[in-house]
């Protein structure tokens, strides 16, 4: 079965001819920053090649966590911990939001002292994030036979649901006057001036004064078309559900070989957060040395694999007009197989640390592709060298839950308004200012 199942959203019937902000990508971060705009009374539009959630907003885990984060993001999860609990009465819709804390496992004396030392950087934000062991371990995480010697539990984090969230967020963006078009690629942006005037939509051009790119895996062959170099590649995890599973733990949990969280249904989101694969790509060559870092970083969680990803990519034009086809038509949704090997070691590794996991029935599962940037920390910037373009892309997997968030602060650089956090760990000028760019594990 293709994708999860998420909540449709129509299409607006009519394009407008004219509007102050065109925002190009359906997902929670294109939704939220739409949801702003419109919130502020500016004229919004947006363009969805294909349907509102239909790649990693919907393909992702479900966390709302500022635990573990890199620090740069610390203070914008913060400001998002705060818009959650009320997106339901927001958008008059389920989000599914619940905060029911997540758990950090840790295996060793050295995993203890480094989660102690990330909690220090939560201090400042009033969060409690604190590491728990003996039986306050066991407390928040009954049924666990893993054998740790305890874990990092941050009772200010919780869950949603990614099949909800966007189509939610969207439908409150269009309550609010913004025209939602899905199906409806755009193709170009327009210039006057050298600034942004305008874009190209496969349905017919849209007037504007700015655009915000939120294209997620798609920003950097977009960006490319324009002229505008973004570091980003794209790593593929597994991801399954299972049928309703009574005397779970409440709370969301990672370890090693595995993650879980529970869902509305009473089943649970279960994934590998240490199996991540990268597929080999002419963007592997061109992006080597500004990714070398966070290769170095991360390698023991990466598995590279040379397939046909690397001839998709090599044959899928980097170039084309107003008047061409273009790629985000020809492929509406990315649709990657999830891995069974991923699956079937995921499970057994939660059923040998959670035994009430062996009783679980796998009801799907799906892949996503995860946008990545060589620190791993988003771009939310304008663009100095194209006045009137934006990006907020590059969340690394970390994009659902900080979501709103960064809707608000980019809908805010928009603005010309006071950010809700400092916008400088996320500018785009980072890859060319001499910057060293590199993840931050925060201890």
């Known amino acids: ?50 349907e509102i959630a239909h790649e990693q907003s919907s393909r992702n885990w479900g966390w709302v966590r500022i635990s573990r984060r890199d620090p740069r993001e610390i203070p914008l999860m913060a400001e998002a911990l705060r818009i959650w609990p009320d997106l339901n009465e927001r958008t008059g819709r389920e989000v599914g939001y619940r905060k029911a804390g997540i ?39 009954p049924g666990c036979d893993e054998g740790v010697k305890g874990g990092l539990f941050t009772s200010a984090d919780g869950r949603a649901e990614p099949q909800w969230a966007a189509p939610a967020i969207a439908e409150a963006a269009r309550d609010r006057g913004a025209s939602i078009l899905t199906r409806c690629a755009v193709r170009t942006v327009e210039t006057s001036a050298g600034k ?120 899928t034009r980097r170039r084309w007009t107003g008047a061409d086809v273009t790629p985000f038509e020809e492929t509406r949704v990315l649709d990657p197989q999830p891995s069974e090997r991923v699956m079937k070691k995921t499970l057994a590794a939660a059923a040998k640390a959670f035994p009430i996991f062996a009783k679980a029935k796998i009801a799907q599962s799906w892949a996503g592709m995860i946008d990545v940037t060589p620190d791993a920390v988003p771009v939310i910037s304008a663009v100095d060298a194209l006045p009137g373009f934006h990006i907020a892309t590059g969340f690394s997997g970390h994009g659902f839950g900080i979501g709103p968030a960064a809707g608000r602060l980019m809908a805010q650089i928009v603005l010309g308004k006071t950010p809700c956090v400092d916008p400088h760990p996320y500018r785009f000028g980072r890859f060319t200012d001499g910057s060293q760019v590199a993840p931050d594990d925060g201890f």
């Open 103 to 141: 758990m950090f496992a840790c295996h060793s004396d050295k995993d203890l002292s480094n989660n102690e030392k990330w909690a220090e950087h939560a201090r400042p934000f009033q969060i409690e994030s604190k590491v728990l062991t003996g039986r306050a371990f066991a407390d928040v995480m």
């Open 196 to 315: 942004v005037s305008g874009v190209v939509t496969e349905k017919g051009a849209i007037a504007c004064d700015a655009v915000v790119l939120a294209g997620g895996a798609w920003s950097r062959l977009f960006s490319g078309n324009a002229g505008i170099a973004l570091p980003q590649l794209k790593v593929l995890n597994t991801v399954m559900r299972t049928d309703p599973l009574d005397g779970g733990p409440e709370a969301a949990y990672w370890s090693d070989d595995f993650a879980f969280r529970k869902r509305a249904d009473g089943g649970y989101t279960v994934a590998n957060g240490s199996i991540n694969v990268v597929d080999i790509v002419p963007d592997s060559f061109r992006l080597a040395m500004a990714f070398l870092p966070a290769l170095m970083h991360d390698w023991r969680d990466l598995r590279f694999r040379l397939g046909g990803r690397f001839m998709t990519e090599a044959s």
């Open 1 to 50: 079965m293709p994708g999860p199942r998420v909540i449709p959203v129509h299409s607006d019937p009519d394009l407008p001819t004219r509007v102050d902000v065109v925002v190009i990508g359906g997902g929670i971060i294109g939704c939220s920053t739409a949801l702003e705009l419109a919130e502020a009374g500016l004229k919004v539009a947006l363009c969805e090649k294909g």
